[in-house]
């Protein structure tokens, strides 16, 4: 594949935009840590995927086990331990290979190791590289980039519908003095969400296609994530809320190839006692 044709694929953007942000929020924080724990987050992701796809015989997606790298990079802290970082990476790769659904991963890759990753290590989840740490303005950089991944994966109901009812729902919190609502909407917090909801939530093999099921499956992931802000706090909502949202997902592609199973199977009965 040539540069110029992958770069106009949604994974060329993603990755693009992604890597802008690492750049941007390294020269922002003045430190060349988080550009160090992107290459051992994309190297321990690498070889992680490599020695799978061996032993299994499949074929490698470096272009998501790139995406999947950068993405942890840019939410753990840059003065995260590097076997944090790898250690995160090689669970958000194993999630792709071991939960899948008709060969794709049912949950996100990057959101299933960063989760793992706070119970098993407690690392810092600062999302610098959504430009949680630097002045406020910036936060239009993560809207232009957005804007263009959301446009070309063809996700915006989903972002909307996700947002739309994340906010809705930290107002009625705010008013009804729960959660410490009102710490959601202050960076990093506010940083974090768009972040997630761009380049996150979006992602297509872990997201549905059509618009109905876009617009269900952004509502279920922010009511679930809510929820666990209000009860819990902390980032580990957003993440939770998605797997919710993937199981979601899951579950309807099961159901509708289920429904498909039984329409072929009355078409053939009806063919039979048709010819019979």
């Not at 519908?161 to 107002?171: D, I, M, Q, V």
């Not at 974090?192 to 997201?207: G, H, I, R, Y």
Request: glycine share 8%.
């Amino acid at each position: 594949m040539n540069a110029p044709k992958w770069l106009k694929t949604p994974k060329g953007y993603v990755t693009i935009s992604i890597a802008a942000f690492l750049f941007i929020a390294s020269i922002g924080s003045i430190t060349l840590m988080g550009i160090v724990n992107s290459l051992i987050a994309i190297v321990a992701a690498f070889v992680t995927d490599s020695i799978y796809c061996a032993l299994k015989n499949r074929k490698s997606s470096k272009d998501s086990t790139v995406i999947t790298g950068l993405i942890i990079s840019l939410v753990l802290s840059f003065t995260t331990p590097w076997y944090m970082v790898a250690g995160t990476a090689v669970m958000a790769i194993l999630s792709k290979h071991l939960f899948v659904y008709k060969k794709k991963p049912i949950f996100n890759p990057a959101a299933f190791g960063l989760l793992l990753s706070i119970f098993l290590f407690h690392p810092g989840q600062s999302w610098w590289g959504a430009f949680g740490d630097l002045p406020w303005w910036m936060i239009g950089f993560l809207l232009i980039g957005g804007y263009l991944v959301t446009e070309r994966v063809n996700k915006f109901p989903q972002v909307f519908a996700y947002l739309g009812t994340f906010f809705l729902l930290l107002l009625l919190l705010g008013l009804l003095e729960i959660g410490g609502a009102a710490d959601a909407l202050r960076p990093p917090f506010i940083n974090a969400a768009l972040f997630f909801s761009f380049f996150m939530l979006t992602d297509p093999p872990t997201s549905p296609a059509k618009y109905q099921n876009q617009v269900v499956f952004g509502i279920v992931s922010a009511i679930a994530g809510i929820i666990v802000y209000a009860i819990f706090g902390g980032l580990t909502y957003l993440f939770i809320g998605l797997m919710i949202g993937n199981i979601y997902s899951y579950w309807k592609k099961l159901s509708t190839s289920k429904a498909a199973e039984r329409r072929q199977m009355r078409s053939k009965t009806s063919r039979r006692v048709i010819s019979g």
